[in-house]
Antibody, heavy 121, light 107 residues
Framework: QVQLVESGGGVVQPGRSLRLSCAAS????????MHWVRQAPGKGLEWVAV????????DYADSVKGRFIISRDNSKNTLYLQMNSLRAADTAVYYC??????????????WGQGTLVTVSS | DIQMTQSPSSLSASVGDSVTITCQAS??????LNWYQQKPGKAPKLLIY???NLETGVPSRFSGGGSRIHFTLTIFSLQPEDIATYYC?????????FGGGTKVEIK
């Protein structure tokens, strides 16, 4: 069965960096686009970034553009999110999610359990 | 960016009632609209994709409709396990955007 397991969250000071990982299993990882979606405490869902299956196409929310980098290693079935210059506003549970559409970013059909990132001094 | 506006932000209904959540897009999104269910403390789960297609395993009491700008999610015969927050999401354009959520509670 499809499994997505995030790791790497924790408490970090403002301005510092953190890298999240998402280990995928149960499907052909290299053929799917993958996303990061976050949820601040008590708030709604916010799409963060997408990397397409071949690793060549990426896009970001304006709120993280220039600070976050999404990447993937298809040989390790793993998605990453490098988060730099972290701010208090980045505090959230970060979910990785698979896209069911093989052509364009569209629909999150499987989600991980999430990893909490807290940015605080 | 396309703004998605959901209403109401919360509702309370009795077991067996039918409830409807609306989602309005700030521009025409054709039929590029999904619904997710998030139970407390859990990750979101895909409920309905492409406006009206139920994801595998989703009970038939859930129904989606609408087009272009106005969309609805209806739960027929509300059950205790339907307690959750529901989100709409558009994929006409990047950035992918969600509605603010509708929290459904049982009276």
């Amino acid at each position: 069965q499809v499994q997505l397991v995030e790791s790497g969250g924790g408490v970090v000071q403002p301005g510092r960096s953190l890298r999240l990982s998402c280990a995928a299993s149960g499907f052909s990882f290299r053929t799917y686009g993958m996303h990061w979606v976050r949820q601040a405490p008590g708030k709604g869902l916010e799409w963060v970034a997408v990397m397409w299956f071949d690793g060549r196409s990426t896009d970001y929310a304006d709120s993280v553009k220039g600070r976050f980098i999404i990447s993937r290693d298809n040989s390790k079935n793993t998605l990453y999110l490098q988060m730099n210059s972290l701010r208090a506003a980045d505090t959230a549970v970060y979910y990785c999610a698979r896209d069911l559409n093989t052509a364009n970013p569209s629909t999150f059909d499987y989600w991980g359990q999430g990893t909490l990132v807290t940015v605080s001094s | 960016d396309i703004q998605m506006t959901q209403s109401p932000s919360s509702l309370s209904a009795s077991v067996g009632d039918s409830v409807t959540i609306t989602c309005q897009a700030s521009q025409d999104i054709k039929n590029y609209l999904n619904w997710y269910q998030q139970k407390p403390g859990k990750a979101p789960k895909l409920l309905i994709y492409d406006v009206s297609n139920l994801e595998t395993g989703v009970p038939s009491r859930f129904s989606g409709g609408g087009s272009r700008i106005h969309f609805t999610l209806t739960i027929f015969s509300l059950q205790p396990e339907d307690i959750a927050t529901y989100y709409c999401q558009q994929y006409e354009n990047l950035p992918l955007t969600f509605g603010g959520g509708t929290k459904v509670e049982i009276k």
